[in-house]
């Protein structure tokens, strides 16, 4: 099984832009693809924020976009709000029966 | 409104057995994917398999298959994840998600609240 491999922490200030990556380890690149991305605040259950890569699901701020370059999936976050503040994980479909999460990446906003 | 209701915490012993369940409402609950993800106490996401209630249809995490058994009943709209022998390891919280159809099939775009389990040596 292939790994996603997310940054610990990222930070930022309020209103700038903070870019969270994702990585997938594998060989089987080919079927590193259909990222979406969660967002979780402390004790609450995830929230799908991005799919396929770049679209964002309705009532999702058009702050939050995604893109995907070779292995490599980021999640990006502009004008950075103090609810911002979350666990963010990526999430793909690498080639097993049951899709892989990140390792998650927690956004502090400073 | 589209959502998943999960059952109460629990709070069990090692060796014991438990069921816990997610109902769906305001959807059709048989086309749809159900997925059951843990989450360790203060570590991340992991999916741990899915069933399609349609037809029972099972797809388990190959590190977790034998560990848990999924189930669904589908006059009731419920999924179900249940252990036979509960261990101090399986203390998480538990999160039912619908897979999604068309352009977000291949992501969870409903959750439910989660449930813990408490598991005591």
């Known amino acids: 099984q292939s790994a ?5 922490s990222v930070s930022g200030s309020p209103g700038q832009s903070i870019t969270i990556s994702c990585t997938e380890t594998s060989s089987d690149i080919p079927n590193y693809r259909y990222v979406s991305w969660y967002q979780q605040h402390p004790g609450k259950a995830p929230k799908l924020i991005i799919y396929d890569i770049n679209n964002r699901p309705s009532g999702v701020s058009n702050r939050f976009s995604g893109s995907k370059s070779a292995n490599t999936a980021s999640l990006t976050i502009s004008g950075l709000q103090a609810d911002d503040e979350a666990d963010y994980y990526c999430s793909s479909y690498t080639g097993s029966s049951t899709p892989s999460f990140g390792s998650g990446t927690k956004v502090t906003v400073l | 409104e589209v959502q998943l209701v999960q059952s109460g915490a629990e709070v069990k012993k090692s060796g014991e057995s438990l ?10 609950f048989t086309t749809y994917w159900i997925a059951w993800v843990r989450q360790m106490p ?16 099972t797809r388990y995490s190959p590190s977790l298959q034998g560990q ?3 189930s669904v009943d589908k006059s009731i709209n419920t999924a179900y994840l249940q252990w036979s022998s509960l261990k101090a390891s399986d203390t998480a919280m538990y999160y039912c998600a619908r897979r999604g159809v068309g352009p977000t099939y291949e992501s ?13 040596p």
């Open chain 2, 108 to 120: 969870f775009d409903i959750w439910g609240q989660g449930t813990m389990v408490t598991v005591s």
């Open chain 2, 42 to 57: 203060g570590k991340g996401l992991e999916c741990m398999g899915l069933i399609y209630p349609g037809d029972s249809d």
């Open chain 1, 4 to 8: 996603l491999t997310q940054p610990a």
């Open chain 2, 19 to 28: 069921k816990i369940s997610c109902n769906g409402f305001g959807y059709s």
């Open chain 2, 68 to 70: 848990v058994t999924m």
